[in-house]
């Protein structure tokens, strides 16, 4: 876990750098509130923020007040490090945002039981959040959970004037293995259809249940022509597996058909938009024989 020091005080920088680091945990160093404050705002900032109340250019408090402010999805657990022990002081850092407070000079066994609360702490919002998140049968993300991601890598692209494009695909026939096998295997179908889903995507892509087996999957970076070709690896892959069935008696196979499509940046009602016209490609590819690719041109 990374956990962030800010410390003017150079010995007792040292002193917090190299404990932690001795008990395992990704240490980042800085020497005051304005640095801690930038490292913060980075995409792999910590979880967990160990602040001198008293720095230069920005105090342990008024950094505390901005990190309460920031739009970002995780909790992050705030230790004050002060000489201040007085009630009305604790106050004042708890108002401000602070769990928790680790007088100076710190007694090293006081700082390890205070560190694993928080670690604690951030590690139960993690799974509590990823229970919230993800389909529990397949392991990817929930519709509710991709959408808020689609909303964000749309913005994105805006931002950075970037592709994105999206694939919908559905495993072709699907009802006739629940009724022919039962439930239990459909379930497992399910599952070793997202594990293949998975295994052809990019690191950086995003895979969603979008309900029954309809499975999404954004494509940050990606043009049209690229979605294309990752949905293709997809397709060829699924046709490929040999489910072998519960009981071990005998092996199934399965097909897929993809439709894809690409973000357009005057399109209305984004999110709903491009999941629309992929629906369309989809529709063709079934209407097509199944077990294929089709794209969405745009209109």
Same mark, same amino acid.
């Given at each position: 876990?990374?956990?962030?020091?800010?410390?003017?005080?150079?010995?007792? @920088?040292?002193?917090?750098?190299?404990?932690?680091?001795?008990?395992?945990?990704?240490?980042?160093?800085?020497?005051?509130?304005?640095?801690?404050?930038?490292?913060?705002?980075?995409?792999?900032?910590?979880?967990?923020?160990?602040?001198?109340?008293?720095?230069?250019?920005?105090?342990?408090?008024?950094?505390?007040?901005?990190? @309460?402010?920031?739009?970002?999805?995780?909790?992050?657990?705030?230790?004050?490090?002060?000489?201040?022990?007085?009630?009305?002081?604790?106050?004042?850092?708890?108002? +401000?945002?602070?769990?928790?407070?680790?007088?100076?000079?710190?007694?090293?066994?006081?700082?390890?039981?205070?560190?694993?609360?928080?670690?604690?702490?951030?590690?139960?919002?993690?799974?509590?959040?990823?229970?919230?998140?993800?389909?529990?049968?397949?392991?990817?993300?929930? @519709?509710?959970?991709?959408?808020?991601?689609?909303?964000?890598?749309?913005?994105?692209?805006?931002?950075?004037?970037?592709?994105?494009?999206?694939?919908?695909?559905?495993?072709?026939?699907?009802?006739?293995?629940?009724?022919?096998?039962?439930?239990?295997?459909?379930?497992?179908?399910?599952?070793?259809?997202?594990?293949?889903?998975?295994?052809?995507?990019?690191?950086?892509?995003?895979?969603?249940?979008?309900?029954?087996?309809?499975?999404?999957?954004?494509?940050?970076?990606?043009?049209?022509?690229?979605?294309?070709?990752?949905?293709?690896?997809?397709?060829?892959?699924?046709?490929?597996?040999?489910?072998?069935?519960?009981?071990?008696?005998?092996?199934?196979?399965?097909?897929?058909?993809?439709?894809?499509?690409?973000?357009?940046?005057? +399109?209305?009602?984004?999110?709903?938009?491009?999941?629309?016209?992929?629906?369309?490609?989809?529709?063709? +590819?079934?209407?097509?024989? @199944?077990?294929?690719?089709?794209?969405?041109?745009?209109?």
């Amino acid at each position: 876990m990374k956990i962030l020091i800010a410390e003017d005080d150079p010995i007792s @920088r040292r002193l917090l750098e190299a404990t932690l680091s001795e008990w395992g945990y990704d240490v980042l160093v800085t020497s005051d509130g304005s640095e801690a404050w930038e490292t913060m705002q980075q995409p792999e900032a910590p979880g967990l923020v160990i602040s001198d109340w008293m720095m230069p250019h920005m105090d342990g408090l008024e950094l505390c007040r901005k990190i @309460r402010q920031m739009d970002r999805t995780g909790y992050i657990y705030f230790i004050i490090l002060t000489a201040k022990g007085r009630k009305k002081d604790v106050i004042e850092g708890l108002e +401000a945002g602070a769990d928790d407070f680790l007088i100076k000079p710190f007694d090293r066994e006081e700082l390890k039981c205070r560190t694993r609360i928080g670690e604690r702490i951030i590690k139960l919002e993690q799974r509590i959040l990823k229970l919230a998140t993800t389909d529990s049968l397949t392991g990817v993300l929930n @519709r509710r959970a991709f959408f808020e991601r689609m909303e964000q890598e749309i913005n994105r692209s805006l931002r950075e004037n970037t592709s994105l494009s999206l694939i919908l695909t559905d495993i072709d026939y699907f009802k006739k293995v629940n009724d022919r096998y039962g439930h239990q295997t459909g379930d497992m179908v399910l599952q070793r259809f997202t594990e293949q889903l998975l295994d052809s995507s990019r690191p950086y892509d995003i895979v969603g249940r979008y309900g029954g087996e309809e499975f999404v999957v954004s494509l940050p970076g990606a043009d049209i022509s690229q979605s294309v070709s990752v949905a293709e690896r997809m397709r060829s892959k699924v046709e490929e597996m040999k489910i072998m069935l519960p009981d071990g008696s005998q092996s199934i196979r399965i097909t897929a058909s993809f439709g894809t499509t690409s973000f357009l940046m005057d +399109a209305k009602g984004k999110v709903d938009s491009m999941i629309k016209r992929a629906d369309n490609a989809l529709y063709k +590819a079934k209407n097509e024989g @199944r077990n294929r690719v089709c794209m969405e041109s745009k209109k």
